[in-house]
């Protein structure tokens, strides 16, 4: 297994320095989105409901921060939110289409280069390649449902002169 930890750990820096994109500032990029924001798109599933709970316990984040971005990402169309019929207090969350754009326009991999990257492959060997990484997000899943809750703490301050 040591091989396998060291191969992943020259293969995956690879793939991210080829694909990654320049950081923009929330305020300044046409979606409005900051990298949490893009990170919470990015964990939604292409299919089902996820739980604010369960998503803000899987980021390691308050959940009243969860609260918060996702309200945010509520009212600029990125998230559909609906209570859940069973449970009034629950609610189901979905990507919308326009979240799925919003996402794919704040990734931390562009989207031109990832495009560019998959091109070099034929299509077998694309699905092989997207299939072994679904495995390795899937693992991580779980894996960070197994790690202790991590602890959000604020940036230090600078202390003033007087």
């Known amino acids: 297994m040591e091989d396998q930890i ?11 320095i ?5 950081h923009v500032k929330a305020a300044s990029s046409a979606v409005h989105l900051s990298a949490r924001d893009s990170a919470i ?3 939604f599933r292409d299919s089902g409901v996820l739980q604010p709970s369960e998503l803000a316990r899987h980021l390691g984040i308050a959940r009243s921060t969860m609260s918060q971005a996702l309200k945010k990402l509520v009212s600029l169309g990125y998230v559909a939110a609906r209570k859940n019929p ?3 207090r ?3 969350l979905h990507l919308t289409g326009q979240g799925r754009k919003a996402m794919q326009a704040a990734s931390v991999l562009d ?6 990257l998959l091109r070099n492959l034929s299509p077998a060997q694309r699905q092989r390649g ?3 990484l679904a495995l390795l997000a899937k693992a991580a899943g779980k894996t960070m449902l197994k790690a202790a809750p991590r602890k959000i703490t604020p940036p230090e301050t600078k202390k003033e002169k007087p």
């Open 6 to 16: 060291l191969l992943l750990q020259r293969l995956y820096p690879r793939i991210y």
């Open 111 to 116: 989207y031109g280069k990832v495009k560019s």
């Open 18 to 22: 080829a694909c990654h994109t320049e």
């Open 41 to 43: 798109l990015a964990h």
């Open 90 to 92: 629950e609610l189901s």
């Open 130 to 132: 997207l299939d072994g």
């Open 86 to 88: 069973s449970d009034r």
